[in-house]
């Protein structure tokens, strides 16, 4: 791939953001262009639960000025994206619809769980020792307007991943008309922060972090008006230098930190709430600095285009990322973590040599979550338990997985069980061909994997898997004593669904062992 120019558009809650560089073939981004254009879209869908459409004639007359940017530079590539302001809106499907017939832009609304993990993108390709502080432990606390992320790591692995709509203007819209006649507007407001981040992992657990680190939240106007009044170039900042500007800034109006700082009115309304939003981090963590990477989330945009541009699939880290939050959301609902393990593992084993027969790729990682949390119905009752497990799944946020992504999940686990998937049937039929061909396939695999350890008492190794002529020869070792009749049973009752698909009939071989 030769050096070509790339654009990359994020339509937030509070601003409008677009970034055109030139990307080589090795990644690196050179920048040629950075615009932030403030559109509170966010004061719209807060408040009255969809966008208004002078807001979108707003929208639309910032992304004709990108359109004629891309046009000038001559971007080859883009992708553009949409997080809560139009996600939440009642009317999304009529927005995009309406952007998209007046700039030709076509705008990917993306999930809370995708926001975070181009985010992370951004910051992992970004910021200098991230594995360092990962392994340490670190809180990354993103705080856009209209909701906050907030992701844990402990030893270099993914503790938890969650999402609070809580955002700084949500917040400063939730009590925006008691500004100014209550004496403990401020304290109203932190009272409301606190309550609101009660079921949030990372206040509840006892786990110690030594890092925190800052994305969003005016951070960037936070960081230069220290830089400022400091003289130097600032990429953390110290718990003294933060409290002080926060102490400063709590007496003030609005009208007051705009004129004394040199900040848009826009911006100066959320500045309080961000800065008390980062405080509740800052006292928790067993650090006395938060770490600024100076990133947004049109970074992590620009790092997705370029894996695209060059055919490159999911890092090794980042697939750790995303199973690892699934296990950790399983283990709240007491699966049994051995036999999921194991599943998954047979689950990859059999992905990867029948890759010749299934002709998928970035799907495995479909595939293991899947094995994750094919289970976690049972927490609901035995009874019919893969259908408890599909509605629970469809009711998550799995750090980097789509809403189409966890659709596809949910049935998977849904038909892992003896139900074969049928268009009849509601869930299925919602999915596009190709997602109900995928689901299909991973299915398939999935029944058998599971089958393999059906007594959940890791009983057989596989071995290899084979194809020969028009059948499967799945080896697999067990001790001479131990009884795998229930497997072979199993086994034999759902790998019939595996003939339906690739029209290749599996069979089980053991070899016995002393």
């Known amino acids: 791939m030769s ?27 050179t920048e040629l262009e950075t615009v932030r254009k403030i559109a509170v879209l966010g004061h719209d869908t807060f408040t009255n639960g969809k966008l208004s459409f002078k807001s979108v004639d707003m929208i639309c007359d910032l992304l ?40 030709g832009f076509n705008i990917n609304v993306i999930s809370n769980s995708e ?82 981040l009660e079921g949030i992992d990372f206040f509840s657990n006892n786990n110690e972090y030594e890092h925190l680190i ?10 230069r008006l220290i830089e400022e009044k400091y003289g130097e170039e600032i990429h953390e900042l110290t718990k003294k230098r933060f409290y002080k500007l926060y102490d400063k800034i709590s007496d003030m109006s609005i009208d007051d930190i705009s004129d004394k700082y040199n900040v848009k009115k826009e911006r100066a309304k959320i500045l309080l709430p961000s800065m008390m939003l980062f405080s509740t981090f800052l006292e928790k963590v067993n650090s006395n600095r938060i770490i600024v990477p ?49 599943v998954e593992s047979i689950s990859n084993f059999l992905f990867d040599k029948l890759k010749r ?53 949910s049935n998977i686990a849904y038909y892992h069980s003896t139900i074969k998937p049928d268009k009849r049937h509601t869930n299925y039929s919602v999915l596009s061909r190709d997602q109900r061909t995928t689901v299909s396939k991973l299915a398939a695999i999935l029944r058998m ?33 131990t009884d795998t009749s229930l497997e072979e049973w199993t086994f034999k009752k759902k790998s019939e669904f595996f003939t339906e698909v690739f029209g290749v009939t599996p069979i089980l071989k053991i070899k016995r062992e002393l």
């Open 294 to 342: 100076q990133i947004t989330l049109s970074d992590g945009v620009i790092r997705s285009i370029y894996e695209d541009m060059s055919g490159k699939t999911m890092s090794e880290e980042n697939i750790a990322d995303v199973v690892g939050n699934a296990k950790k959301i399983a283990e709240k609902f007491n699966y049994n973590r051995e036999h999921c393990e194991r």
């Open 449 to 481: 994997a599971d089958a393999l350890d059906r007594s959940h008492k890791g009983k057989l190794k596989v071995d290899s898997a084979k194809i020969r002529e028009k059948k499967l020869i799945i080896t697999a070792r067990a001790d001479m004593t």
């Open 214 to 223: 800052a994305v969003g939240g005016e951070i960037g106007v936070i960081s």
């Open 115 to 196: 926001e975070q993990f181009l985010t992370h993108k951004a910051i992992r390709d970004n910021l200098e020792d991230y594995d360092k502080f990962i392994h340490e432990g670190a809180v990354i606390v993103v705080v856009g307007a209209g909701s906050i992320q907030i992701t844990t790591y402990k030893d270099g692995l993914l503790q938890s991943s969650q999402n609070v709509k809580m955002g700084a203007l949500r917040v400063k819209e939730a009590f925006g008309d008691l500004e100014g006649k209550l004496n403990n507007y401020n304290g109203i407001l932190n009272e409301y922060i606190m309550t609101n």
């Open 3 to 29: 050096k070509k120019v790339i654009g990359a558009i994020d339509v937030g809650s509070h601003a409008v953001r677009m970034k055109i560089g030139q990307i080589t073939k090795s990644g690196k981004f």
């Open 357 to 409: 027969l299934h002709g998928l790729n970035n799907e495995k990682t479909l595939l293991r979550v899947s094995a994750v949390l094919h289970d976690i119905g049972k927490f609901i009752s035995l009874d019919r338990h893969n259908l408890h497990s599909y509605n629970l799944i469809r009711s998550l946020e799995i750090f980097g997985m789509s809403s189409e992504h966890m659709d596809m999940i």
């Open 64 to 103: 004709k000025l990108f359109s004629q940017s891309f046009s000038d530079y001559g971007v080859e590539a883009y992708k553009a994206v949409a997080t809560s302001a139009i996600r939440e809106a009642s009317n999304k499907d009529y927005i995009v619809d309406q952007i998209m017939l007046k700039t």
